[in-house]
């Protein structure tokens, strides 16, 4: 016969065998993401910089992680084609998009986007930010920024400035560095980076303000000058070159960065265990050797920091676009 006390007792192992079991079915649902590869979508052509750098942390992470990362390259209308792919892919942690400066300017710039930026996204782990160079010939008269500024003052209009394109990081910081320093430089665009060092080592326009990894070789073998990195602290890659600040031009601050997103609505503990793997993925030798050519400052913290870095710098550059009247045309 079951009395009252012997009832409750089983009830009560029930319960705690009930509880017990949920716990350890959490637990192992935790455990498991991610049960399938996960991808990176990189919205550049292979071979890049964001490439090399994403399939470098692809390599980290995966070890970390149990399972592939693979890296996807979806280039193309300025890095929206492969950003749009990752904002309506499933919210599940296993579509990833490597973020970079264009996802902070590309609201500014491009009225019509098919995403909403601030709401489609879910921030995942900055990877690292890294300057800019300003680069000129070492035959040009100016050899600091300074001489460069007043030679710009005594010719408005003449000295010229090469880019990317309309729109890329290096006409922005071009655009930038008229503003601060009060100068009048002619913007060039090219179409890539290529050809644009190519007329700067030829003489065809006087400077560049450009990723450190695209000129090293270049400033490493003398066919160009470093005047100025344009981060707020000086380059490892070159710690003796003065930062834009330093060099006469304060307020200045144009870096590149690498950011992982996932699309809004990835669960939280998925996004905490990506932000622990990417941690786990910069601290590899790997990683190390990249940060040595690209002069990249690893920060990765928590994913609230990515978020509030990226509104701030969108923020700062629709002021830009703004103030230089911009457009991509």
């Known amino acids: 016969m079951n009395t009252p006390l012997l009832i409750l007792t089983r009830r009560r192992l029930l319960v705690g065998g009930a509880s017990a079991a949920a716990s350890a079915l959490a637990l192992n649902a935790h455990a498991a993401f991610p049960d399938r590869p996960v991808k990176i979508v990189v919205p550049f052509a292979p071979g890049g910089g964001t490439d090399l750098i994403s399939r470098t942390v692809a390599e980290g992470m995966a070890r970390d992680l149990g399972q592939p990362v693979i890296v996807d390259n979806k280039p193309g209308a300025?890095?929206?084609?492969?950003?749009?792919?990752?904002?309506?892919?499933?919210?599940?942690?296993?579509?990833?998009?490597?973020?970079?400066?264009?996802?902070?300017?590309?609201?500014?710039?491009?009225?019509?986007?098919?995403?909403?930026?601030?709401?489609?996204?879910?921030?995942?782990?900055?990877?690292?930010?890294?300057?800019?160079?300003?680069?000129?010939?070492?035959?040009?008269?100016?050899?600091?920024?300074?001489?460069?500024?007043?030679?710009?003052?005594?010719?408005?209009?003449?000295?010229?400035?090469?880019?990317?394109?309309?729109?890329?990081?290096?006409?922005?910081?071009?655009e930038l560095f008229k503003s601060l320093a009060k100068i009048d430089i002619t913007h060039v665009p090219y179409k890539g980076s290529s050809p644009a060092i190519t007329d700067l080592l030829g003489g065809q326009i006087d400077m560049m303000l450009t990723t450190v990894a695209s000129v090293a070789q270049h400033i490493e073998g003398g066919k160009l000058r470093a005047l100025a990195v344009t981060?707020?602290?000086?380059?490892?890659?070159?710690?003796?070159?003065?930062?834009?600040?330093?060099?006469?031009?304060?307020?200045?601050?144009?870096?590149?960065?690498?950011?992982?997103?996932?699309?809004?609505?990835?669960?939280?503990?998925?996004?905490?265990?990506?932000?622990?793997?990417?941690?786990?993925?910069?601290?590899?030798?790997?990683?190390?050797?990249r940060i040595q050519e690209e002069g990249l400052v690893v920060e990765v913290g928590a994913p609230d920091a990515l978020d509030r870095y990226v509104r701030a710098e969108e923020a700062r550059w629709k002021k830009v676009v703004t103030d230089a009247r911009i457009t991509v045309d």
Do not use: C
């Open 78 to 174: 300025g890095t929206i084609i492969g950003t749009d792919f990752v904002a309506k892919a499933a919210p599940d942690g296993l579509t990833l998009l490597m973020a970079t400066f264009a996802h902070a300017l590309n609201p500014s710039l491009q009225p019509r986007l098919p995403y909403v930026t601030d709401r489609a996204f879910a921030p995942v782990a900055m990877i690292g930010r890294s300057p800019n160079v300003l680069v000129v010939r070492p035959d040009r008269p100016y050899k600091t920024v300074a001489e460069l500024i007043a030679a710009a003052r005594a010719q408005p209009g003449r000295l010229s400035y090469g880019s990317y394109g309309n729109g890329t990081s290096a006409h922005l910081a071009g």
């Open 231 to 289: 981060s707020s602290a000086r380059s490892s890659a070159w710690p003796n070159v003065p930062t834009m600040a330093e060099a006469g031009v304060p307020g200045y601050l144009a870096e590149s960065w690498y950011g992982l997103y996932a699309p809004t609505g990835t669960p939280r503990e998925a996004v905490l265990r990506l932000n622990a793997a990417a941690k786990v993925a910069v601290q590899s030798e790997a990683f190390r050797k």
